[in-house]
């Protein structure tokens, strides 16, 4: 039993590291797709970033610091 739970305990690190390296979108930004700027076209309606990717992409990235860079 013991060698299990200290297997478990690694196992499950290994789960949350695995799901969370891909995403780094925080729960501040809410990308909208904008068409009116093409088909790839997002917009963060939080923070006002924006990003171009291809068709069918979606961001996986918070741009809220490149955002306030910008705008002052």
């Known amino acids: 039993m013991a060698i299990l739970?200290?297997?478990l305990v690694p196992l499950i690190g290994l789960i949350f590291?695995?799901?969370?390296r891909g995403a780094t979108l925080t729960r501040h930004c809410r990308w909208r797709l904008d068409r009116r700027g093409g088909a790839g076209?997002?917009?963060c309606?939080?923070?006002g970033a924006v990003c171009d990717?291809?068709?069918g992409a979606e961001p996986r990235q918070?741009?809220?610091?490149a955002a306030t860079?910008?705008?002052g």
Do not use: K, N, V
């Not at 590291?17 to 969370?20: K, L, Q, S």
């Not at 918070?62 to 610091?65: G, I, P």
């Open 5 to 7: 739970l200290i297997l």
């Open 17 to 20: 590291w695995w799901h969370g």
């Open 41 to 43: 076209h997002w917009a």
């Open 45 to 47: 309606a939080t923070c």
């Open 53 to 55: 990717l291809e068709p």
């Open 62 to 65: 918070c741009l809220r610091q």
């Open 69 to 71: 860079d910008r705008h």
